[in-house]
């Protein structure tokens, strides 16, 4: 029902900067908070920031002042600013929305596929 599309990643030196983005498309009604989490090697999915459909904006602490994430309509973005080995980990895009498709009506997440981010020291 709801399909994301993510770009961006790739391989970037440590102190470098990337720009991810995630496009949203599909039976969505209204979409909510957009936001971006991440998985490195061996340890949990956690959240790297979000952002409400009003605009306020919520960030770990460990990427506070080098992250910055932002919408327009159903495509966010994560400018990822002073890269270190530390944000190397697959970068999820997820958003909270109110879906209508002949088998689903609601409220869902919807994730996407994930995106590979490096930082090489």
């Known amino acids: 029902q709801v399909q994301l599309v993510e770009s961006g990643g790739g391989l970037v030196q440590a102190g470098g900067s990337l720009r991810l983005s995630c496009a949203a498309s599909?039976?969505?009604?209204?979409?909510?908070?957009m936001g971006w989490h991440r998985q490195a090697p061996g340890k949990q999915r956690e959240l790297v920031g979000e952002?409400?459909?009003?605009?306020g904006t919520n960030y770990a602490d460990s990427v506070k002042g080098r992250i910055t994430i932002s919408r327009d309509k159903n495509t966010v973005y994560l400018q990822m600013n002073s890269l270190n080995p530390e944000d190397t980990a697959v970068y999820y895009c997820?958003?909270?929305?109110?879906?209508?498709?002949?088998?689903?009506?609601?409220?869902?997440?919807?994730w996407g596929q994930g995106t590979q981010v490096t930082v090489s020291s």
């Open positions: 952002i409400t459909s009003g605009g």
């Open positions: 599909g039976s969505i009604v209204k979409i909510n908070t």
């Open positions: 997820k958003v909270n929305c109110n879906v209508h498709s002949r088998s689903l009506v609601g409220l869902i997440d919807a």
